[in-house]
């Protein structure tokens, strides 16, 4: 069973930066896509950004696309959401997930209901 645990979250003014990171324990991490997500109160949650299990394909919201970039190191078992230019629509619960069922496929997924395992979340405040 593969567990998240998010970090980095807090307040920024707008315009700022925060970097997520998303640490995982179990070994299938390094194999699944994984995906960021967020919630904002009295939203439903969101897809924000979702790289493959190597790396090489990445695809994010148009909300976010050239502001926001997900990476991951497999072998620190990580995938990081790095944040720029933020803006007080920004302000929600960024949660990390995971999809175990395209182990080693070249695929991203933006569908929350295709995630297997999620993390708690970290909050992320943007000030204006």
């Known amino acids: 069973q593969v567990q998240l645990v998010e970090s980095g979250g807090g307040l920024v003014q707008d315009g700022g930066s925060l970097r997520l990171s998303c640490a995982a324990s179990g070994r299938s991490f390094s194999r699944s896509v994984m995906g960021w997500f967020r919630q904002a109160p009295g939203k439903e949650r969101e897809f924000v950004a979702t790289?493959?299990?190597?790396?090489?394909?990445?695809y994010y919201a148009e909300s976010v696309k050239g502001r926001f970039t997900i990476s991951r190191d497999n072998a620190k078992n990580t995938v990081y959401l790095q944040m720029n230019s933020l803006k007080p629509e920004d302000t929600a619960v960024y949660y990390c997930?995971?999809?175990?069922?395209?182990?080693?496929?070249?695929?991203?997924?933006?569908?929350?209901?295709?995630?297997?395992?999620w993390g708690q979340g970290t909050q992320v405040t943007v000030s204006s």
């Open positions: 997930a995971g999809d175990q069922a395209r182990q080693y496929t070249e695929v991203v997924v933006t569908s929350s209901d295709e995630y297997d395992y």
């Open positions: 790289i493959s299990w190597s790396g090489g394909a990445t």
